[in-house]
């Protein structure tokens, strides 16, 4: 999936070796990393389908630079946001990001998933004990698959043996009774996934494609379950993202530009 690389040339970055750039069309300042991981669509659309509310407690697993929490707080104010990522530069970066845009309501912190700190979760706000709504890009690429020659993108997009079953395990601690889990995630993982997702007491899972184009099998899915429901899976209509010319189509637009919600399931 591509990434996502807006230019700006307001912003002035303490960081040495990154971009400037927005997101949403301008709302949102943002700064990359110029090599490495590259924000993609995944984070922005897996933060326009979670089904939060102002008040409410999210935890995004391995947050790098921010974008799916700042996009996620543009479009539901008065939330609180906890990113968690292994690499201190990048948790550093997520945190400018963070404040260069007055979002104080928004912070990351060094983890190194699928390892959680331990209860109770002393980053929680006010004595809190559990989070609402949990989402994660976890590494999915299946272990057998060809490496990346760039070390930092193969250790963000490569699934070790198990692995799965560890990162699902570990988001779906922190989730109160009907909080959420939405992972983005290869097709190919649609079954194993969901499988975990009943084990760890998720139910309700919404399997939503992200088809790359009219007629195309999609190469990603959202995925999301309910923790303590015991429904049924559903399929999705899911989400078109090009138009045959390669441009965005304008529910894509919508999302990626004015910060729009994205319903998985009417």
Not at 213 to 242: D, E, F, V
């Amino acid at each position: 999936m591509q990434s996502l690389s807006f230019t700006s040339p307001y912003i002035h970055h303490k960081s040495k070796n990154t971009s400037n750039g927005t997101l949403l069309e301008g709302k949102i300042f943002y700064k990359q990393f110029q090599k490495g991981y590259r924000t993609a669509l995944e984070p922005i659309l897996m933060a326009a389908s979670i089904p939060a509310k102002k008040k409410q407690i999210i935890i995004e697993g391995g947050c790098g630079a921010g974008a799916g929490l700042m996009c996620l707080a543009y479009r539901i104010p008065l939330i609180t946001g906890i990113g968690f990522e292994q690499h201190p530069e990048m948790v550093e970066l997520a945190n400018e990001n963070f404040q260069l845009n007055a979002m104080s309501n928004l912070k990351a912190m060094q983890v190194t998933l699928p390892k959680l700190p331990k209860r109770p979760f002393t980053f929680l706000p006010n004595g809190q004990e559990l989070v609402d709504h949990v989402f994660a890009n976890p590494p999915w690429h299946q272990h057998n698959s060809c490496p990346s020659p760039d070390p930092e993108k193969n250790l963000a997009k490569k699934l070790p043996r198990g692995l799965l079953a560890e990162w699902i395990y570990a988001l779906s601690r922190p989730l109160r009774q009907g909080g959420t889990l939405t992972l983005a995630l290869s097709a190919s993982l649609y079954s194993e996934a969901s499988a975990l997702m009943y084990q760890y007491k998720l139910g309700s899972i919404i399997l939503f494609p992200l088809w790359p184009k009219l007629n195309r099998p999609p190469r990603i899915i959202l995925l999301q379950g309910r923790m303590g429901s015991t429904g049924g899976s559903q399929i999705a209509p899911g989400l078109i993202l090009h138009n045959d010319n390669g441009e965005f189509t304008n529910e894509t637009n919508r999302i990626l530009r004015q910060g729009k919600k994205l319903t998985l399931l009417s």
